[in-house]
């Protein structure tokens, strides 16, 4: 089965910086992976998604790279903000007869200090 | 839009009893739901995949029997707990795929069982 591997487990960043996460995958048939956004106790939000047609996509201070052929996809946050401390979890999906069932990353734990 | 609701969002319970927890996809008709179980600081991981009006397909190594899952309509999944004990708790999570949206899901948020 798939199985995503995430980098860091922690990010610490000043206010104002950029932050870059990082998974990779194993199943070349992943067509869809998806970034959410997990506070303490709270559901996790996604918060860009991209899909295997695209090589990068960009909302704001948010953006997602893809590079098919290395199987890895990053998420970039620019001008970080102290509510941007959260996990983070990258996800893939093959789809198709798995109906789209998502495999996580382990997780990054962000702070943005002040 | 996009909404997914859960109840209980807490629970306690006696060792040896049931628990059911409810995930319903409040403006949209969701026909696959996930099921998640979250120990602290760790990932997600996936139990099943519930469909509507077919049996739920279980991950590796989850019992069940142990858990059951109904997907009765198309927005409302149900995962009992069977037979309760300590070692199930944990932070129970459901999601639903967008209908339209590719393998797009939205997070309920969460049920926190304790069970003692």
């Known amino acids: 089965g798939e199985n995503v591997e995430q980098h860091p487990s922690t990010l610490s960043v000043q206010e104002g910086d950029s932050a870059v996460i990082k998974c990779t995958y194993s199943?070349?048939?992943?067509?869809?992976f998806p970034w959410y956004k997990q506070e303490l106790g709270k559901r996790p939000q996604l918060i860009i998604d991209?899909?295997?047609?695209?090589g990068e996509k960009k909302d704001q201070r948010i953006a997602v790279t893809l590079n098919k052929t290395a199987k890895h996809f990053s998420l970039h946050i620019t001008e970080t903000q102290p509510e941007d401390s959260a996990v983070y979890f990258c996800?893939?999906?093959?789809?198709?007869?798995?109906?789209?069932?998502?495999?996580f990353g382990q997780g990054t734990i962000l702070t943005v200090h002040p | 839009g996009a909404v997914v609701s859960q109840h209980p969002s807490r629970v306690i319970c006696k060792s040896g009893t049931s628990v059911k927890i409810e995930c319903r996809s409040l403006?949209?008709?969701?026909?696959?739901m996930f099921w998640y179980r979250q120990f602290p600081k760790q990932s997600l991981m996936l139990m099943a995949t519930?469909?509507?009006?077919?049996?739920?397909?279980?991950e590796q190594g989850v019992e069940k029997d142990k858990f059951l899952i109904n997907h009765a309509s198309l927005t409302l999944s149900t995962l009992t707990v069977t037979s309760a004990h300590p070692e199930d708790s944990s932070f129970y999570i459901c999601?639903?795929?967008?209908?339209?949206?590719?393998?797009?899901?939205?997070f309920g948020p969460g049920t926190r069982l304790t069970v003692l």
């Open positions: 996800a893939a999906s093959t789809g198709g007869t798995s109906y789209g069932k998502l495999t």
């Open positions: 403006d949209f008709q969701a026909t696959t």
């Open positions: 991209i899909r295997s047609n695209v």
């Open positions: 999601s639903a795929k967008y209908p339209g949206k590719g393998d797009t899901q939205y």
């Open positions: 519930s469909n509507e009006g077919s049996k739920a397909t279980y």
């Open positions: 199943d070349s048939a992943s067509n869809y």
